[in-house]
């Protein structure tokens, strides 16, 4: 078994931490270090707005479902209110035409006896 001695295994020119090649590497690690931050930074900026959207969502939802069951009971109302009209111009549309003529017949008398006391 050889054990390594001071300095094997290092490149030429790279003396542990004291070397010009290390301030190369800890000027990308530095670099790395300021560019993930930046990173973080914008992915807690994306979740946070990412629940934002979940939370409007659920909102939305909630309001779009009350909407719904509204239209629906607008929607019966409205189609019972129709059926009741239908029934109403199938009744007898004789007893319309007589009170229309009565009223014509009304009309016309007070016309002509408000001329007639002129």
Same mark, same amino acid.
């Given at each position: 078994m050889r054990r390594a001695g001071l300095g094997e295994g290092v490149p030429p020119g790279n003396y542990g931490n004291y070397g010009y090649a290390n301030s190369g590497y $800890?000027?990308?690690e530095e670099e790395n270090?300021? &560019? *993930?931050e930046s990173l973080r930074s914008k992915v807690t900026a994306i979740k946070s707005l990412s629940?934002?959207?979940?939370?409007?969502?659920? *909102?939305?939802n909630k309001l779009l479902a009350e909407m719904d069951s509204q239209f629906d009971s607008t929607t019966g109302f409205l189609g019972k209110t129709m059926g009741k009209v239908k029934i109403l111009s199938?009744? $007898?549309q004789t007893k &319309? &035409?007589?009170y229309m003529m009565l009223f014509s017949l009304f009309v016309f008398f007070i016309i002509y006896w408000i001329i007639k006391l002129r």
């Open positions: $800890s000027a990308c270090e300021r &560019l *993930t629940i934002e959207i979940g939370h409007e969502v659920k *909102t939305q199938r009744g $007898s &319309l &035409l007589c």
